[in-house]
């Protein structure tokens, strides 16, 4: 009677949803092990299996979601929480997140990446994304103007130039080699809940690879099942500041997210000083350097549930920035060659510069089942702008306008351990690029 009960003394359960918290019915579990097996979950997206003791694979898939598969130990009863992603996510690099008995699990992919989540962002304690992405290994960062608050900072991975190193919002192309450089130093944290960044390839298969160095795939700020607000302000010294506001939840079938961020800067430079500018008829003449930084964004998600596996996201994404680049430009002369020159000792540099950004990115996203797989489309547009006033002094200062659209129709079905994709319908335009200031 003991062995009996040994050979049946493991239960698998749990529970299957979307990575919102919507449950997940009819999603197909297959056991493969000692004694292999098969369920679907109930309404609830519930689940239970009794098995013999043993190591398992446990394959998860669902239409309308990238299907996972886990490696599960059953030497006792196990409970699994496992949260798909839907097909048409900006996030598939990472195609799902399994805890089992409340630890995280890893999960077998095709394409490895690295996620830093929001909570990653605010342990850091920091108000932009650019410092979490300092933490990985494989991310370059060029600040060519000196590296102050105020400069931009442009990333690369694994090395290439920064151009090479594609850029995207939930998916939507940003830059890639043709528009070439994003400066990240103003994106804000609140409006993301994770950064993925995966070297090599491009966030999405639709999208292709069309990089060198990697991309980096910011996610936008997602609705969320049980509402939730977030309020933040900070101040500092040299009049820095920082305030934001979350908000997050589903009425009814309407799954919002909202997110607004306010940064302000005086700078540590804030003064008038004798300059030297060549090829200028006052030398030395005198020159405000500053340092002071205004930045405004606004990110706004709306989702409408006609059912489980047919919906409709649009997003908006708007940001902002003014600063003063004139102090991380120009600097005291204390070149020993330049001993004897009127410039030597004094300030030197190309003047007084003002750096003004301005992204706008839209995006529509639907998907509904169609015969046996799912059918989905995707439309955006976005708009990044840079405008120099005054003095450049590399080759990231310029006056450009990149404009990109996209329009997508895909139908994909899900088998029993892959995801195969059929592009019916495809067009894209590389950005624009204005002239080189000065």
């Not at 589903?250 to 909202?258: H, V």
């Not at 708007?318 to 300030?347: E, K, M």
């Not at 706008?360 to 120099?388: K, M």
Request: proline share 5%; with cysteine.
């Amino acid at each position: 009677m003991h062995a009996v009960v040994l050979a049946v003394c493991c239960m698998i359960s749990g529970n299957v949803h979307a990575v919102s918290g919507t449950p997940v019915s009819g999603a197909h579990l297959v056991l493969q092990g000692p004694v292999p097996a098969d369920v679907s979950t109930d309404a609830n997206g519930d689940f239970t299996l009794t098995v013999r003791p043993g190591a398992y694979r446990l394959a998860a898939s669902a239409l309308g979601y990238a299907s996972l598969t886990v490696a599960v130990d059953a030497d006792h009863d196990v409970k699994l929480e496992i949260a798909l992603e839907p097909l048409d996510s900006p996030k598939l690099r990472q195609i799902g997140a399994v805890t089992v008995d409340g630890r995280l699990a890893p999960i077998a992919g095709t394409i490895p990446s690295i996620t830093v989540t929001r909570a990653d962002l605010d342990a850091l304690g920091e108000d932009r994304i650019v410092e979490g992405l300092q933490q990985l290994p494989g991310a370059t960062f060029t600040r060519p103007d000196g590296g102050a608050a105020s400069a931009i900072s442009v990333v690369s991975l694994r090395g290439p130039d920064p151009s090479e190193s594609l850029v995207a919002l939930d998916g939507q192309l940003l830059n890639d080699g043709n528009t070439g450089d994003l400066d990240l130093s103003r994106l804000p944290t609140a409006a993301f809940s994770a950064v993925d960044v995966t070297e090599g390839l491009g966030p999405e298969d639709s999208n292709g690879s069309n990089t060198f160095g990697g991309a980096i795939n910011l996610i936008s700020l997602r609705p969320t099942q049980a509402p939730h607000l977030g309020f933040s302000t900070s101040y500092g010294s040299f009049g820095q500041s920082d305030t934001w506001l979350n908000a997050t939840g589903t009425q009814g079938r309407l799954g919002y997210a909202a997110a607004l961020d306010d940064q302000n800067e005086s700078g540590f430079v804030n003064q008038a000083v004798p300059l030297y500018v060549a090829g200028t008829p006052c030398n030395p003449c005198a020159t405000h350097l500053g340092s002071g930084v205004a930045a405004h964004s606004a990110l706004g998600t709306l989702t409408w549930s006609f059912s489980e596996n047919a919906d409709v996201t649009a997003r908006v994404f708007l940001l902002g920035d003014v600063r003063d680049q004139s102090s991380a430009l120009n600097g005291l002369d204390f070149n020993s060659a330049d001993i004897g020159t009127p410039a030597y000792g004094h300030f030197t540099g190309p003047g007084e510069q003002m750096f003004a950004q301005d992204i706008r990115a839209y995006q529509v996203r639907a998907r509904s089942p169609l015969g046996a797989g799912e059918l989905t489309t995707d439309l955006s547009e976005s708009d990044n702008g840079v405008a120099i006033n005054g003095g450049a002094a590399s080759p990231y200062d310029v006056d450009h306008i990149d404009h990109r659209y996209n329009a997508g129709l895909t139908w994909q079905r899900i088998f029993a351990t892959a995801v195969r994709r059929r592009r019916l319908y495809a067009v894209r335009v590389a950005g624009i690029r204005g002239p080189a200031f000065g």
